[in-house]
C-alpha cells in the first residue's frame, strides 16, 4: 500500500511497537551518497538562500499558492516571510537542509523540503534529530512520486552530518504516527470565522448569543504579566525544560540562551511572549507563556464548498466573501512554577498509608494547582491575541492544554496533527505527553 514508506526505516502500520530504539545503526561514512539523488529529466537541485530576499520570496510563493490545506480546501496556510525566517534560522541551522528543486528550463521554484537541528528527549533518552517541515509540492507536479525523492535528498544531507533521526509531522495518517493530536480553536472574533467558512453558519440570535458568550476581558489578569525581554532569556530556559521534563514524554531540549533568545523574544506578527514577573519579589519569573502568529488564506467562499446535491441558500443569508485571511494565533510553549514544593502534613501521609498513594496525592494536587494557573495563563493569552486583532486562537490537545480548552470554550476542529519519527520506533504517546511544537 505504501510505495514508498515501506522502504523507509519506519514501524509498519500494523505493528505494535514495544520498546523505544533506533530501527537500523548510524551509516558508515562510506554507504551515505556523496552527490544527490538524481531528478526526473527537467528538474535540478538547488538550495533555497533564507538570507536572500528574491529567494525567499520565491519560497514563500510556493507555500502561498500549494502549501497544506484543511480537508475541504476552505483554507490554506499563510505562512509570512518573517515567520519562515524565524523558523529556518534558528542557531544551529544547516543551509544544506533549506532544499529546493527548480524547473531546469525556467528555473521556477516548484518544491522545497527543509529541516532543522533539534534535541529531542524520547522518555529517558535525549536524540539529536533533524526536524524536518515545510515539504511543499507545485499542484502542477502531485502524483509525479516527488515527495519520496525530496524526502531521500533531505535524508541524505542530515545523515551527512552524523544524524540518523528525524522527527516530522502531517496531517495524513502514514507509518505509523507516535502520536495523533487534534486541533481545537477558540473564536476570538465569530462574526468573520462564520463568514469565512471557519465556523458553523449561525443566525442572527444565536450568533449575538455566541458573541456575548465569547467575550473577553479587554486587559488581562495575572498581576505581573508583560512582554519577555532579553534579561529573561536564562530564567524562561530554566522553566521551560523543567516544565517539559517533568510533565512529557516527548520534548525538545533548550541548550542554550541563544536557543531560547532564538525561539521566544517578541517578534512582531511571528512570536509573542509574556512571562510573570512576580510583583512579590520582581526579576524572579514563575510562569511564561507564548503564541505564534499563522494565517490562513481563505480559499473558497464559504458556502461553495458545499457537498453536492445541497440546496442553494437564499441570496440574503449567504455569506459574506470579503476576507482574504483567517489571522489565527497559536499555542507555543508554555512553563509553570506553580507545582513547585506541594507537600502533605503528617496527617493526610499517615491516612496515605504509604508512599505510592502520597506520591498520587501529590500528583494530583500539582495538577489541580498547574491546571488553574495554566488556564489564567491561557485565558490571558487569548486577551491578548483578541487585542493584536487575532480571529481564533488555536491548539492541539497535545501538552497540558486540555487543563483549560472546555473552561476557556475551545472547540474541536475537523484537524488532526500526527507526529512522526523516522529511524526511531517509540511505543505510541497519548497527545498530552507530547511536549513539542511543531510550526
Ligand atoms: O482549521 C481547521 N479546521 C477549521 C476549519 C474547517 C473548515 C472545513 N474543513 C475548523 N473549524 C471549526 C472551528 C470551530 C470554532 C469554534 C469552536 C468549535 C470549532 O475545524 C483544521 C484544524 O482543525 N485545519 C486543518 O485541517 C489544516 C491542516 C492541519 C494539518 C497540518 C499539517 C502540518 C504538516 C507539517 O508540519
Not at 535540478?44 to 490545506?69: A, G
Not at 481545537?184 to 440570535?205: I, Y
Not at 467575550?215 to 516544565?243: C, E, F, W
Request: charged share 25%; proline share 6%.
Amino acid at each position: 500500500v505504501h510505495e514508498f514508506w515501506s522502504t523507509q526505516p519506519v514501524p509498519k502500520s500494523s505493528e505494535e511497537v514495544v520498546a523505544d530504539g533506533p530501527l537500523h545503526p548510524p551509516l558508515a561514512p562510506e554507504l551515505i551518497p556523496k552527490e544527490p539523488h538524481p531528478l526526473p529529466e527537467g528538474m535540478e537541485w538547488c538550495l533555497v538562500d533564507i538570507n536572500s530576499p528574491n529567494e525567499m520570496n520565491e519560497f514563500h510563493d510556493l507555500l502561498l499558492n500549494n502549501y497544506v490545506e484543511d480537508a475541504d480546501s476552505m483554507f490554506r496556510f499563510n505562512y509570512s516571510l518573517e515567520f519562515l525566517r524565524w523558523a529556518l534560522l534558528p542557531p544551529g541551522f544547516n543551509k544544506d537542509w533549506h532544499v529546493g528543486v527548480r524547473d531546469s528550463a525556467t528555473k521556477k521554484l516548484m518544491a522545497f523540503i527543509s529541516g532543522i537541528p533539534v534535541d529531542i528527549m524520547v522518555r529517558d533518552k535525549t536524540i539529536r534529530m533533524a526536524e524536518i517541515n515545510f515539504l511543499c509540492l507545485h499542484k502542477d507536479m502531485r502524483s509525479q512520486r516527488m515527495a519520496p525523492l525530496l524526502i531521500k535528498e533531505v535524508t541524505r544531507r542530515v545523515h551527512l552530518v552524523g544524524i540518523f533521526q528525524a522527527v516530522y509531522t502531517a496531517g495524513r495518517l502514514l507509518p505509523k504516527p507516535v502520536s495523533t493530536c487534534r486541533y481545537f480553536h477558540r473564536s476570538l472574533n465569530p462574526k468573520k470565522l462564520m463568514d469565512t467558512g471557519f465556523s458553523q453558519k449561525l443566525d442572527g440570535t444565536q450568533l449575538a448569543k455566541l458573541v456575548s458568550s465569547l467575550r473577553l476581558p479587554i486587559l488581562t489578569t495575572i498581576p505581573g504579566l508583560r512582554a519577555m525581554r532579553k534579561g529573561d532569556v536564562s530564567q524562561v530556559r530554566k522553566l521551560l525544560n523543567r516544565h517539559l521534563k517533568t510533565r512529557y514524554d516527548v520534548l525538545p531540549v533548550f541548550r542554550t540562551d541563544a536557543e531560547i533568545a532564538h525561539w521566544f523574544l517578541p517578534r512582531e506578527g511571528v512570536i509573542s511572549t509574556y512571562v510573570v514577573d512576580d510583583p512579590e519579589s520582581p526579576g524572579k519569573l514563575s510562569d511564561f507563556m507564548s503564541f505564534y502568529s499563522l494565517a490562513s488564506s481563505v480559499l473558497k467562499p464559504a458556502g461553495v464548498a458545499r457537498s453536492k446535491g445541497a440546496v442553494r441558500k437564499p441570496h440574503g443569508v449567504r455569506p459574506q466573501t470579503t476576507h482574504a485571511t483567517v489571522n489565527a494565533a497559536y499555542m507555543f510553549y508554555y512553563g509553570t512554577k506553580t507545582d513547585y514544593g506541594v507537600s502533605l502534613t503528617e496527617e493526610e501521609k499517615l491516612a496515605c498509608g504509604g508512599q505510592k498513594k502520597e506520591k498520587a496525592l501529590i500528583k494530583e494536587r500539582e495538577n489541580t494547582l498547574i491546571g488553574a494557573r495554566l488556564t489564567d495563563l491561557a485565558r490571558d493569552a487569548l486577551i491578548l491575541a483578541k487585542g493584536a486583532g487575532f480571529d481564533v486562537f488555536n491548539c492541539l490537545d497535545m501538552m497540558d492544554n486540555s487543563m483549560f480548552t472546555r473552561e476557556l470554550k475551545f472547540g474541536p476542529g475537523d484537524g488532526y496533527l500526527r507526529y512522526y519519527f523516522y529511524n526511531y520506533s517509540a511505543r505510541s504517546v497519548a497527545a498530552d505527553k507530547i511536549g513539542f511544537v511543531m510550526l
